[in-house]
Every structure is written in structure tokens, then in C-alpha cells.
């Protein structure tokens, strides 16, 4: 168990720095997850952290020793691969046990850590067995297993989910995350899926380009993204994000103008979650459009509508259908919660954008023609 | 053309009689049988040029070298083969219908036994394999007997020659493979390149330049200097068909276990080593297979050939001023050919991995 530094941490291969200089700080037994499209280095993070890469530059502490010049194998990590990585040619009794051949121990404590590791995920029936008899899932808990019996410093799990099925990824999320808070070690997921991201970890890393996008609680990066990046990569479907062009307290959209509750100025980006939006009537909106495809999904249906602003999507929760393709309809907010992005794609911190007072703006839009 | 289609399938999708089905059952089931006997006589007629050389050298090398008999012997043989391969085919076809199956196969095969036993019994003798146990094989204490050494030195030789070459390939070439399928190191894609072109090489090219370099390091005429040269020619091979099964491993694995505590040699005994074993077996087998039949290199480096090999005896046997005899010479052929038959039933189910080159998981 171990608190986790990272100072300036840069990774190159060759002139290509897929690693920009990195600067991270986990705290003791949290769970935090690196989160980001594949090639955005965040698997390179997670052997960097193992000592399977070594770092360009910079500084990697674990309790504030430099482990830079300490190899792989004496850091003491436990590391669960996508591939699972179990050693074929080995039982899965001797799997589990493999990292505790390279430790002083007696034999009774070598088996007692192995079952206990083995009850802890729930293969105490298996350890005979070969990994090729094992299912998917059976495998991923060997590999945890072999993991844990070392009671490594940190866990480290590189997309351990992405190979089983979608309902035991739902199982394992769980487990994973119970064992977790059981034994208390300070673990990294590497991981593609938001959705793991978000419903496992106390916190989340959201990478793009070997850049770290933004930390935050789960529930900061999907109400307060700092940049586009990560409005549209969490969240699924992903946010509204309409260009418009702002001037003084004044946002325009295509056609429509909203108010601000802030000066700004420019080319501005606009973001809306999808379930944010309340479809009304074409008249009571500034901003309208005719309904595209229609996707009851059981607890809600989402809308495709397409506005002179681009195709925007919309959930609306109830399992009725209430607007059928073809439907002109009104794009109104709920929440207030609106974000506003600048040129760059940084969030603009505390500017948001009016969508609700709808009735009040349509008339104003109105008062010029009269 | 397009109009001449929608005809012929208007009776499957408008109005299929039941005498259409029955119909175009018949006609599956004639496909079918046509197919699969077409398979049969065109594997048949394959295999025979194949085959028959195999049936032909063991019945010669136990019948006796005069002419008339031995004719008489090989055609009883092939007619012999020729039914118990009929029956076997009729019995397989009948496979489904029979109650009793395997009294079936033992019927054919007791059928077979009687038959070797009245038409070729009399005429087998066991006088051609009496090299093994004399060897004064023309009878007469000749002066080739001084020559001739024992089939037991040259099998021994053979064996000694066969397995030192497997075991310098497989050492130098293991590690070699490892070093190419894991570490980047400058020149490593001009390696690969180099070993293919030195693969592709006619190595008997060599010969005269291989035989000086020899005659200078002393190793001419002797066993070792043979081994090494056919070492270094087999080596390219080798590392190539190792490269591939250490690629087939993946990474992880190995990294596993060095995140596991195992420093990189224990992670490549412990972990990579067992995965690449059946490709090992294999690498082994095939090495050991060209040392065993290994006749140019040991036919022009063995000047005096005092050191005999299988290769070398087998030829010497077939070089006879008084005429050939034929029926030793199979005999010969017979004991050379054993070993080899021996070593591919324990070695084969690696030797088909090769050719996916597969580790299963």
C-alpha cells in the first residue's frame, strides 16, 4: 500500500513523446482510474508506474522514495494484464503461487496466501486446473488472484475487463471494486470504457494524447469538464456541442440568440447534455428542429433531431414515444447547467448560457419584426 | 440469360411436388457418393508411386536376390497389399451397417496373415539382415572385410553424429531466436534478412571452401569437423523456426513475471522456455533427421572413411565389384530407415504444431 507520485514524468520512443511531462499525486488505498481512447498513453502510465518502461524524465515516488532506479521486479506491484497473462504451461495453483516463489516463505504460508487469495475470488475449486480449461472470467480471476497473494504495493489493472461479456463485466465491476475497498490497495484501472471508469473509481485521469485531460471525481467530470475533450468523451451518448459565436451577454447559434450570464466575446462552443434537453413545442423554443431517428431504449427514448445548429441529441426519460420522425419540435434546456467552451476548448468557469427562459426570449426575438 | 435463372428456380419457390424432394434427394445422395469415390481413387492412385517403394524395400530385403523368385515375391506382395487396401475400404464403407465391426477388421486382417502365409512365407529369409551379426557379409573372408567395418560402429557413428548436431543447433539456435524476437539491437531486420539468404544458399556450393577451411584446422576426416560444418549450415533454419514460436508468446506473459519477482532469465526458463518446447522438439527432430541422412558433406570430408556413418555403409554396401546384391542392400536400407520411423511416432504431434507454429494459451 502505497501513496503514488509522479513528477514531470515524460515517456519517448524514439522522437515521439507519447508521455508529456506528467504530474500526478495518489493517495493511499484510493482507486482512481486512467481514462482515455486507445493510444492516448495510458497503458504506457501503468508500466511506467511497474517499472516495465522506463520514464524519458522525471520522477516516479512511491511513499516519497524514487523507485526511477528500482527494477520491475522489486516494486512490488501487482499487475493484472488485458490478455490475463497466466502462465499456460503452469496449474492455477501454481499461477497464484508463482510470485511467491521469488520471496522467502515457508511452504505452509505459500499455500495458505494461495487459498486464501484463490477463496478471496472465488476459484478455490479450480486451482488444478489449467488456464486453457478456464473460461474468460475464470481466467480474469486467477489473474487477480496472482495479483493479490503477493499483497503488492499497487494494483495496477490494465483494461481487465474489456475481454468477458457484458453481464460478467457488471459482476466483475462490482467484485472488483468490494475487494478492493476490502484490502484497501492502491489500485489503477487502465481502461477505455467510462463507464467502468466511472461507476469503479474515486477518481478518474481522462488522458488524451499523452496529456493528461483532467482529475476529478467522476461527478466533476461529467457535470464540470475543463475542456471538450472531456465533455465529449464522458457521458454516453455524448454531449451536445454547438458552435455559436458569442458577443457581450449575447450567444448565437445558427439562428437563434441566448443570453449569458457573463461578458465573453468570439467563437464559442456550447454544451449540452443530451438529458438536459426538454423537447417542446416549435413555438415555445428559440432553437427548433424535425425529428430524425427515433430509439426507444426501454427506460428512455433518444431523438436524433436535426436543427440549423447540427444534428443535436436529446434523452427523454418514460418509455413513450412522444414525437415521431418528421416532428418539428422546440429545444429547450432543464437544468441550468449549461457549459460554454472558448476557441481553444477550455471551458469558460462560470459563464452559462440561458436556454430556459424560453417564453420570455421567443418574445424578444418576436419584437424586432412587429 | 437473366430470364433463363428465374425459370429454373420457379419449381423450387412455386409449387414443390413431393416426387421433386425425393428427386433432388436422390440426386444429393448421387453427388455425394460421386464425390466421395472420386476422392478415394484419386488419393489411391497418388499414394501408390508413394507408398509402394516402402512395401517393395521390405519384402526385398527378405527374399533372397535371385531374380525369378524375387519378381514372383514383389508382385505376390503388391497383390497381397492390393486386397487388404479393398477390403479395408469395403470394410469402412460397411462400418455402419455391420454389427460387429471390429471382428470384421480382424477377419481381414487373419485373411491378410494366411494369405502373406502360403503365398511369400516360403520364399522370406531373414540371410540379407546377416550383416548384423557377421561381418564378413560376402562369406568368403575377403579382403574387403578389412574395409567393411561392423553396422554397429556405422549405426553407432550415425547416432553420434546425429545428436551432437542436434544439440549444438538447438543450443546456439534457442537463445539466438529469443535475442531476434525480443530485443530491438541494431542490424537485428539485416539478420533476419541474412539468415533467409543464408537458408536459401545451395550450401553444396561450399563444398570445396568448406573442405581447404577444414583441412587447416586439422578437423579433416574426423566426425567433429563434419558436425560442425553441418552445425553452422543448419543453424539459419533453425533460429528462423524458433524466432517464430517465441514470437507466437506474448509479452505479457513474460513481463508478468518479471513484475512477478522473476529476473529476465528465470521469467525466460520458467515461463517462456515450456511454451516454446513442442517447437523446440520439433527444431530438434528435423536437425537430428538431416544429421541421420547426411551423405555429401560426409562423403567428401571422411577421406578414408574410417569413421563410418549409416549413409556412407549404405552406399559401400551397394558398391560391389561382384554385382550388386539388391537384397542387402534393402536390408540395409530396412535398418537405416527404423530410427527414423521410431523418432517420428514419439516426435510427429510436434512437427504438425510447426507448421501453425501455434502455442495454445
Redesign the interface.
Known amino acids: 500500500m502505497a501513496k503514488i507520485t509522479l513528477d514531470n514524468v515524460t515517456k519517448n520512443w524514439g522522437e515521439t513523446q507519447v508521455l508529456k511531462p506528467m504530474n500526478l499525486a495518489i493517495e493511499n488505498g484510493e482507486f482512481v482510474a486512467i481514462l482515455g481512447p486507445s493510444g492516448c498513453g495510458k497503458s504506457t502510465t501503468l508500466?511506467l508506474l511497474?517499472?516495465?518502461y522506463a520514464p524519458s524524465a522525471g520522477e516516479i515516488a512511491f511513499d516519497g522514495h524514487n523507485v526511477n532506479r528500482i527494477d520491475?521486479?522489486?516494486?512490488?506491484?501487482?499487475?493484472v494484464?488485458?490478455?490475463y497473462?497466466?502462465?499456460?504451461?503452469l496449474t492455477v495453483r501454481e499461477n497464484i503461487a508463482?510470485?511467491l516463489?521469488?520471496?522467502t516463505m515457508g511452504k505452509e504460508e505459500v499455500v495458505r496466501r494461495v487459498e486464501e487469495a484463490a477463496n478471496l475470488v472465488q476459484i478455490s475449486a479450480l486451482l488444478d486446473r489449467r488456464?486453457?480449461q478456464l473460461s474468460g472470467g475464470q481466467q480474469q480471476r486467477v489473474a487477480l488472484a496472482?495479483a493479490l497473494v503477493?499483497e503488492p504495493n499497487i494494483l495496477l489493472l490494465d483494461e481487465p475487463l474489456s475481454n468477458l461479456d457484458a453481464t460478467l463485466r457488471i459482476t466483475m465491476r462490482a467484485e472488483l471494486k468490494s475487494i478492493q475497498r476490502r484490502l484497501g490497495f492502491t489500485t489503477l484501472i487502465v481502461t477505455h470504457d467510462q463507464i467502468e471508469a466511472i461507476t469503479m473509481a474515486d477518481r478518474i485521469i481522462c488522458m488524451n494524447n499523452g496529456e493528461i485531460a483532467q482529475i476529478g471525481t467522476p461527478d466533476d467530470l461529467y457535470r464540470c469538464p475543463n475542456n471538450l475533450f472531456v465533455a465529449g468523451f464522458i457521458g454516453t451518448p455524448p454531449m451536445n456541442l454547438l458552435k455559436g459565436e458569442a458577443d457581450g451577454r449575447c450567444l448565437q447559434i445558427a439562428n437563434a440568440s441566448f443570453d449569458l450570464d457573463a461578458e465573453c466575446a468570439g467563437a464559442v462552443t456550447f454544451g449540452l447534455r443530451p438529458e438536459d434537453i426538454a423537447l417542446v413545442s416549435p413555438e415555445a423554443a428559440q432553437l427548433q428542429g424535425e425529428v430524425v431517428t427515433v430509439e426507444p431504449m426501454g427506460r428512455e427514448v433518444f431523438y436524433t433531431i436535426d436543427t440549423p445548429a447540427g444534428l443535436i441529441h436529446a434523452l427523454e426519460y418514460g418509455e413513450a414515444v412522444r414525437h415521431a420522425p418528421g416532428a418539428k419540435v422546440g429545444i429547450s434546456c432543464k437544468s441550468d447547467l449549461t457549459l460554454v467552451f472558448d476557441a481553444c476548448g477550455n471551458r469558460i468557469a462560470d459563464l452559462h448560457a440561458d436556454f430556459s427562459n424560453h417564453a420570455e426570449v421567443s418574445a424578444r426575438v418576436l419584437e424586432p419584426a412587429n | 440469360m437473366a430470364l433463363a435463372q428465374t425459370n429454373t428456380s420457379m419449381p423450387l419457390s412455386a409449387s414443390v411436388t413431393p416426387d421433386d424432394w425425393a428427386r433432388l434427394e436422390r440426386r444429393g445422395a448421387l453427388n455425394r457418393a460421386g464425390f466421395l469415390s472420386a476422392i478415394i481413387i484419386f488419393l489411391t492412385i497418388v499414394s501408390v508411386p508413394v507408398l509402394l517403394p516402402y512395401l517393395w524395400l521390405l519384402v526385398k530385403s527378405l527374399t533372397s536376390s535371385d531374380s525369378e523368385v524375387s519378381r514372383l515375391v514383389l508382385w505376390r506382395s503388391t497383390a497381397i497389399a492390393a486386397v487388404a487396401y479393398l477390403g479395408a475400404i469395403a470394410l469402412a464403407f460397411l462400418a455402419d451397417r455391420l454389427r460387429k465391426p471390429a471382428l470384421s477388421w480382424a477377419a481381414l486382417g487373419v485373411v491378410v496373415v494366411i494369405l502373406v502365409a502360403i503365398f511369400l512365407a516360403p520364399y522370406l529369409t531373414f540371410d540379407n539382415y546377416r550383416f548384423l551379426w557377421n561381418r564378413d557379409i560376402e562369406g568368403t573372408g575377403t579382403t574387403r572385410m578389412d574395409l567393411m567395418p561392423s553396422i554397429w560402429a556405422a549405426l553407432g557413428s550415425s547416432l553420434a553424429f546425429a545428436i551432437a548436431q542436434t544439440l549444438i543447433v538447438t543450443i546456439v539456435a534457442t537463445p539466438a531466436a529469443y535475442a531476434l524476437s525480443r530485443f530491438a539491437f541494431a542490424g537485428r531486420e539485416n539478420f533476419l534478412r541474412g539468415l533467409l539468404l543464408l537458408h536459401a544458399f545451395p550450401a553444396l556450393a561450399l563444398t570445396v571452401a568448406i573442405f581447404i577451411q577444414l583441412h587447416y584446422m586439422g578437423l579433416l576426416n574426423s566426425l567433429t569437423g563434419v558436425v560442425l560444418v553441418m552445425s553452422a549450415l543448419e543453424l539459419p533454419f533453425a533460429i528462423f523456426v524458433l524466432k517464430g514460436f517465441f514470437d507466437n508468446v506474448p509479452w505479457d506473459i513474460e513481463m508478468s513475471a518479471v513484475t512477478d519477482g522473476a529476473t529476465r532469465s528465470q521469467a525466460f526458463r520458467m515461463v517462456v522456455l515450456p511454451q516454446v518446447r513442442g517447437g523446440l522438439i520439433a527444431v530438434a527432430t528435423f536437425t537430428f533427421l538431416r544429421g541421420w541422412e547426411e551423405y555429401v558433406f560426409v562423403q567428401t570430408l571422411l577421406i578414408d572413411k574410417s569413421q563410418m556413418t549409416m549413409s556412407l555403409y549404405l552406399f559401400f554396401v551397394a558398391q560391389d565389384n561382384m554385382g550388386a546384391d539388391y537384397g542387402m542392400i534393402a536390408a540395409v536400407g530396412i535398418v537405416y530407415l527404423l530410427p527414423v520411423l521410431i523418432l517420428y511416432t514419439f516426435t510427429q504431434k510436434y512437427i504438425t504444431q510447426m507448421s501453425f507454429g501455434g502455442i495454445k494459451g
Open positions: 508500466f511497474a517499472g516495465l520491475a521486479r522489486d516494486r512490488n506491484v501487482g499487475i494484464f488485458q490478455s497473462a497466466l502462465y499456460p504451461n508463482f510470485p516463489r521469488f520471496k488456464p486453457s496472482r503477493k
